[in-house]
């Protein structure tokens, strides 16, 4: 018996030393690695996993954002369709049609475009660029038609229906045209216009050059590209 008990306890010293030796340090002395290695992956796994619920954390509240700004988009979109229905309907039963002069018609023949048109810059609704197109089309015909070429709103129809084409509808070649033909076509007339300080068409025609000057360079670097 008290072999056995000295049997048992020299293994249970053993065993408690061995315990004792096989430490974080002495394991990795006795696999051959460079001391800190396991020290430093259990570390750098719980930050990664703090960083990784942190990351959760921010991407739900991010999630909450978004869908908090997509709540407030629909909502000023919502309205800004409601002015535009309201100006249309007033433009229609009201303005337009007692209209005595050209340049008032094509006036509000501008502005009723230019609300489809604003709408479309928020909206991705090909019905709205068909609407704001096809008013374009029409101011744009009368105005050819029925103003002269110094005329301020002719000239503002023009840089509208310009861009429109160049900014909204993405035909940049046509909002480039458009500009171009009333610039050329109103710089014939420019002694005219400053000597009657005609300072709304000026600026407009400011604005033509200005506009022609970047897309230009704008569809240079597309073409380069």
């Not at 460079?34 to 930050?47: A, Q, W, Y």
């Not at 709540?71 to 100006?87: A, D, G, S």
């Amino acid at each position: 018996m008290e072999r056995k008990v000295q049997h048992y306890t020299g293994e249970g010293k053993m065993a408690r030393k061995i315990r004792s030796d096989i430490t974080v340090g002495s394991l990795e002395k006795k696999l051959g690695v460079s001391p800190g290695t396991f020290r430093n992956k259990n570390g750098r796994d719980t930050r990664s996993d703090k960083k990784l619920g942190t990351l959760r954390k921010e991407a739900k509240k991010k999630s909450k954002q978004v869908i908090y700004i997509q709540e407030i988009k629909n909502h000023i979109e919502k309205e800004i369709r409601t002015i535009v229905e309201n100006v249309q309907n007033l433009i229609d039963k009201y303005l337009i049609n007692n209209c005595e002069d050209n340049e008032s018609k094509v006036f509000y023949m501008r502005l009723k475009a230019d609300h489809y048109r604003y709408l479309c810059e928020i909206s991705k609704d090909k019905d709205l660029l068909e609407k704001a197109e096809k008013k374009y089309k029409e101011a744009y015909n009368k105005a050819m038609k029925d103003l002269p070429y110094i005329n301020s709103e002719r000239i503002g129809l023009c840089l509208n229906f310009a861009l429109f084409n160049y900014e909204v509808k993405g035909d940049k070649k046509e909002g480039y045209r458009i500009a171009k033909n009333c610039f050329e076509e109103s710089m014939k007339y420019l002694e005219e216009l400053e000597k009657f300080k005609s300072k709304d068409a000026l600026m407009l025609i400011q604005l033509l050059k200005e506009n022609l000057i970047f897309w230009s360079s704008e569809m240079n670097e597309d073409e380069q590209n």
